[in-house]
């Protein structure tokens, strides 16, 4: 089992920047993390993925070269670094988790894999 909870959330001018935290606790050291997120309406949609390692990110073209994934794994913690904000980022956030062998050492970025979900921050991106 794995639990998570974020921080950070917030309202962000256009082109502005926020930082997203996630604690993690439980059975974090052979799990792959990430960030998910839903706009009102949409589906979930995925956002950046790390593997346990730290070498190996995944991005979608939408927030490429603007967002930024990284882990401390001493303090288990990921982070979502988002420069460059446009109002259609403006969603609920969720850091995810998954522990299936192949994400955790490869990384991935299917919405399955990850079955640990934590409740979500708010980001809004409005001038």
């Known amino acids: 089992q794995v639990q998570l909870v974020e921080s950070g959330g917030g309202l962000a001018q256009p082109g502005g920047s926020l930082r997203l935290s996630c604690a993690a606790s439980?059975?974090?050291?052979?799990?792959?993390l990430g960030w998910f997120r839903q706009g009102r309406g949409e589906d979930r949609e995925f956002v950046a993925t790390i593997n346990q390692s730290g070498g190996a990110r995944y991005y979608p073209d939408a927030v490429k070269g603007r967002f930024a994934v990284f882990r401390d794994n001493a303090k288990n913690m990921v982070y979502l670094q988002m420069d460059r904000l446009r109002p259609e980022d403006t969603a609920v956030y969720y850091c995810?988790?998954?522990?299936?062998?192949?994400?955790?050492?490869?990384?991935?970025?299917?919405?399955?894999?990850?079955?640990?979900w934590g409740q979500g921050t708010q980001v809004t991106v409005s001038s």
């Open positions: 439980g059975r974090t050291f052979s799990v792959a």
């Open positions: 995810v988790a998954s522990d299936e062998p192949h994400c955790a050492v490869n990384g991935c970025s299917e919405r399955l894999a990850f079955k640990y």
